[in-house]
Nanobody, 115 residues
Framework: QVQLVESGGGLVQPGGSLRLPCVAS????????MGWYRQAPGKQREMVAT???????MYADFVKDRFAISRDNAKNTVYLQMNSLKPEDTAVYYC?????????WGQGTQVTVSS
C-alpha cells in the first residue's frame, strides 16, 4: 500500500519559515520524481517545486529564491523548506510521487500565513 504522509504545516507570521517533510512508503522511493503542490481556497492545484530521481529541481516562479526542495533517499523523505512566507502562500500543500504511470498523492498539510 502506497502512502505519502505530509507534516509540518501550521500557522506562521509573514516573513516566517516552515519546513514540510513528506515520508513515502510502499514505493521504490529512489526511482520516483517527487513534488510539492498547493491548492488555495477557490483555486486550482498548482505546482510549487519538483525534484527528480537524480535531484534535478524545478520551481514555480512565485517561490524561486524563497523555497527549496530536497530529498533524502535513505529516509524516503522529501522536504520543502519555505522561507520569507507571504499571506498568498496560504494553502493546503500536497506531496506527489510520480514514476511512469504511477501518480500518488498525500492527504495534504495546511499552511496559513497570517499576522
Amino acid at each position: 500500500q502506497v502512502q505519502l504522509v505530509e507534516s509540518g504545516g501550521g500557522l506562521v507570521q509573514p516573513g516566517g519559515s516552515l519546513r514540510l517533510p513528506c515520508v513515502a512508503s510502499g514505493i521504490i522511493y529512489r526511482r520516483y520524481e517527487m513534488g510539492w503542490y498547493r491548492q488555495a481556497p477557490g483555486k486550482q492545484r498548482e505546482m510549487v517545486a519538483t525534484i527528480t530521481s537524480s535531484s534535478n529541481t524545478m520551481y514555480a516562479d512565485f517561490v524561486k529564491d524563497r523555497f527549496a526542495i530536497s530529498r533524502d533517499n535513505a529516509k524516503n523523505t522529501v522536504y520543502l523548506q519555505m522561507n520569507s512566507l507571504k499571506p498568498e502562500d496560504t494553502a493546503v500543500y500536497y506531496c506527489n510521487a510520480r514514476f511512469f504511470r504511477d501518480d500518488f498523492w498525500g492527504q495534504g498539510t495546511q499552511v496559513t500565513v497570517s499576522s
